[in-house]
């Protein structure tokens, strides 16, 4: 994958946005990945003082760095999609050797890592696994109510802090630059978790399958989280119809009520025709695949997870928090069940209504007269 594809695929995180509030930095790394950098850092910020350097091979027997940047920098980064960690090694080496005391970072394994851990971009990431008392995950599929609920779990201040936090951008670079994921959930199992030593994370079908495709152990997922909330959507077809939505608005969430006037207007450019049904189906059926693979996981590592399903979580939230709590062995009190709130609002609408009973005139009354 070409460096501006996997850059692309981290915009999301606001990855690069953020660190270039820094400067100073000399980026060390292949043409192709330091002239993206030198790029975007200059049409995102304008000039900039860092420097940028192109790794060769006459690296690998003297710094070609000028002594000046040396002196001004903040921190040296090895930027490279191929294999940043041989780059570092010979850089981190060759600064030892020279007694200076200059920081050497790698843009993947330290900055991306500290962003996503939530601590200072230009450190190093080293760490000490400091496990909590309890660690969960929630598996899904998509639109499955997950960010309602993790958002609900949050405002309780005693389940952790769940969200998505290995989805795109970690397959993309596990998978084309060598980035350990498993080791950024440890750091996240460190640091991302409530005073009473609770981690939350998420978990989306299809990015666990992903992430099962890398080399680096996944297995090891299944041994650092211990206990699973199975999010489930009685109405698959309804679930399904959420996903073309989302994907035709490109509205995922709702949580303000200017998002929600761009959300209605959007609405209004869709037409319901057989295209956008069969899109329907197909996400219906990947919906179906995406549990089937799921049970095979727990399957798989013996697992026996706490169901919970999204509508009886919108019909009483304090029940489904409580079945939570009491599957994670959180202590709670009746405070912690009587002001359950979510930033998110729920996206269906008289559109989606109507694309769900034509889907169901096409796909299953055309089915059950054709018996």
């Given at each position: 994958?070409?460096?501006?594809?996997?850059?692309?695929?981290?915009?999301?995180?606001?990855?690069?946005?953020?660190?270039?509030?820094?400067?100073?930095?000399?980026?060390?790394?292949?043409?192709?990945?330091?002239?993206?950098?030198?790029?975007?850092?200059?049409?995102?910020?304008?000039?900039?003082?860092?420097?940028?350097?192109?790794?060769?091979?006459?690296?690998?027997?003297?710094?070609?760095?000028?002594?000046?940047?040396?002196?001004?920098?903040?921190?040296?980064?090895?930027?490279?999609?191929?294999?940043?960690?041989?780059?570092?090694?010979?850089?981190?080496?060759?600064?030892?050797?020279?007694?200076?005391?200059?920081?050497?970072?790698?843009?993947?394994?330290?900055?991306?890592?500290?962003?996503?851990?939530?601590?200072?971009?230009?450190?190093?990431?080293?760490?000490?696994?400091?496990?909590?008392?309890?660690?969960?995950?929630?598996?899904?599929?998509?639109?499955?109510?997950?960010?309602?609920?993790?958002?609900?779990?949050?405002?309780?201040?005693?389940?952790?802090?769940?969200?998505?936090?290995?989805?795109?951008?970690?397959?993309?670079?596990?998978?084309?630059?060598?980035?350990?994921?498993?080791?950024?959930?440890?750091?996240?199992?460190?640091?991302?978790?409530?005073?009473?030593?609770?981690?939350?994370?998420?978990?989306?079908?299809?990015?666990?399958?992903?992430?099962?495709?890398?080399?680096?152990?996944?297995?090891?997922?299944?041994?650092?989280?211990?206990?699973?909330?199975?999010?489930?959507?009685?109405?698959?077809?309804?679930?399904?119809?959420?996903?073309?939505?989302?994907?035709?608005?490109?509205?995922?969430?709702?949580?303000?009520?200017?998002?929600?006037?761009?959300?209605?207007?959007?609405?209004?450019?869709?037409?319901?025709?057989?295209?956008?049904?069969?899109?329907?189906?197909?996400?219906?059926?990947?919906?179906?695949?995406?549990e089937r693979y799921l049970n095979q996981l727990f399957d798989k590592y013996q697992i026996s997870p706490l169901r919970?399903?999204?509508?009886?979580?919108?019909?009483?939230?304090?029940?489904?928090?409580?079945?939570?709590?009491?599957?994670?062995?959180?202590?709670?009190?009746?405070?912690?069940?009587?002001?359950?709130?979510?930033?998110?609002?729920?996206?269906?609408?008289?559109?989606?209504?109507?694309?769900?009973?034509?889907?169901?005139?096409?796909?299953?009354?055309?089915?059950?007269?054709?018996?």
């Amino acid at each position: 994958m070409e460096a501006n594809q996997i850059f692309q695929n981290l915009q999301e995180t606001q990855f690069l946005q953020k660190l270039s509030s820094h400067d100073k930095i000399i980026f060390i790394g292949e043409t192709n990945t330091i002239n993206y950098l030198q790029d975007f850092f200059k049409n995102n910020n304008g000039e900039q003082n860092n420097y940028y350097y192109n790794w060769d091979n006459k690296f690998k027997h003297e710094l070609l760095i000028e002594p000046q940047h040396l002196i001004n920098c903040q921190a040296i980064v090895i930027a490279s999609i191929d294999n940043e960690h041989i780059i570092f090694e010979t850089i981190k080496n060759q600064i030892n050797n020279l007694k200076l005391k200059i920081t050497v970072l790698r843009l993947f394994t330290d900055i991306f890592v500290n962003l996503m851990s939530e601590q200072k971009l230009l450190q190093s990431s080293d760490y000490q696994v400091q496990l909590p008392q309890t660690a969960y995950a929630i598996i899904t599929t998509p639109r499955s109510g997950s960010n309602f609920l993790c958002s609900i779990l949050n405002s309780t201040k005693i389940a952790g802090y769940p969200k998505e936090h290995l989805r795109q951008a970690s397959v993309v670079i596990a998978k084309s630059c060598q980035f350990d994921y498993i080791r950024l959930l440890e750091i996240l199992m460190t640091y991302q978790v409530t005073p009473n030593s609770v981690f939350g994370t998420k978990f989306i079908s299809h990015f666990l399958k992903d992430f099962q495709q890398t080399q680096f152990d996944f297995d090891k997922i299944f041994k650092l989280i211990t206990k699973y909330i199975y999010l489930v959507r009685r109405d698959k077809i309804a679930q399904a119809v959420s996903v073309v939505v989302a994907q035709a608005t490109n509205v995922w969430h709702i949580d303000n009520s200017n998002r929600q006037l761009d959300y209605q207007t959007k609405l209004q450019t869709i037409d319901i025709d057989d295209y956008l049904l069969e899109k329907v189906h197909r996400n219906y059926l990947s919906l179906e695949e995406g549990e089937r693979y799921l049970n095979q996981l727990f399957d798989k590592y013996q697992i026996s997870p706490l169901r919970i399903e999204y509508e009886q979580l919108l019909d009483n939230k304090a029940e489904q928090i409580r079945k939570i709590f009491d599957y994670l062995n959180i202590k709670y009190s009746q405070e912690h069940l009587t002001d359950l709130q979510s930033t998110f609002k729920k996206t269906g609408s008289s559109l989606s209504e109507q694309i769900i009973s034509k889907y169901q005139e096409k796909y299953l009354f055309s089915k059950m007269e054709k018996q």
